[in-house]
């Protein structure tokens, strides 16, 4: 395991971490303050979302890098498959991965969506999007994007993923059999998964994303609640020796949507936060 | 798989679907006319809550029977572990056992508790599980009555289980090696695992309970929000071909947990959807 004990430049920020749901970052910080807040406090990277590049990618990443940072992901592919799917899910794919590519960033996180309609359970959707994603993986390839896909805890199946453990994300990436497809690791979604580190080993270089957060004890609100490293039961040491055993050697992203608390906090003070719980308990 | 087409005697009520936890029942029907409505709609066996026989388990569990069915389960046991552990988890859990043998059943359902206290992940918490359940079996035994570990989804890791999969649950019931362990297989907590006809092959016998409801699509609440039969995205008939491919024969129990819909409606008309969505979609 590496040993961040001082440096934190694996860590990158998700801006959704600062709550970009509401209206503007928290304290209405405009993009240029968040990445010279996230360098100050010594973050090696920084992740968007689309909503916030607009057509500004390449400046943005110039701006990124300008501060001594990489744009290490962005957030994220429509929804490939099921009922929320966008009729231009072809067209606002490719246009993710140029975004990607202009950004400067090699990772695109993909969550699926959720079962397709008029059909039941996962098998029938999982084959759905590996014909998808089959014809969107030459486009990224050719942009040095890999798409991450990324497993969610299965309280969003149904409607927002058909993906629930990392072997369920590897079986699509076999199935798909192209380098561009890799697997983004979230604390969040896979904190629970007793296969986590066998998968892991057998997902190796597949593994090209790692967020982290904390799955708190009491967890009261299905999309917005999620924790501060160390707040809760999470076995972060352990989901992390799963991944960098497995091969993983690239950034930390944090990522908390956090509505009633920190959401609320200054942007300073949980960046200063994310970056002490960094350097104790991840 | 067994035809149902006309057969509902394998239906069970799990009387949580007539929302006990408002006053009394939906309508505030007492005990006695849900009992005899579940028979009048064909129902084979009924489903208790500790709280509802306080200590007329004898005369309850003859009423059941008297009207033509069986009592096939009791729900609860305390939790084990976790912080939400009762300190006089013990005495409970054999008082729960003692309720289930006086009512004529032999299945007692186990909601584990969340993460231990101090810990992290599920893997210690399965340990503590482990030995206590130890403490409890051969008194269950002594009962006849078997105790039904029921994995429950992801979602409710932290604070109401440390078992998420029926392969955790196996796990378990192995670690503790003691035949008065099974396993309660729940629709809503296990149709989203690919592994699931593996786990239920591997389960073979501990399979001694299975609960019905639905995932519906667009889930709106962690806790009540289940969907009836039919409404929801699990694929029930693949789900049902994997428990009793494994050899369950036993009831059916519909448990469902509805505050905005089910358990608004009339509950003769709920037991008649029930009996209806059972021929037709399970």
Redesign the interface.
Known sequence: MRDFSEDTSALALNTATLGHNLDGYGAGWPLERVIDTCASHGFGGIVFWRREIGTNAIEIGNRVRAAGMHVTGLCRTPYLVG?GRPDAWFDETRGSIDMAAALGTTVLTVVTG??EPE?????ETKKVLAERLARVSDYAAAGGVRLALEPL???Y???RTCL??V??AL?VCEMVGHDALGIAVDVYHV?????LKESCKAAGSRIIGYHLCD?????S??LLDRGMMGD?????K?IRDAVESAGYAGACEVEIFSSDRWWKARPDRVLRTIADRFKTVC
């Open positions: 009922s959720g079962t059909t039941k359970g996962t098998i805890n299965p309280m199946g149904g409607n629930m453990t072997r369920d079986n904190w629970w998964d007793s296969n799955w708190l004890e009491n967890t609100d299905m809760g039961v999470a076995d972060l352990a």
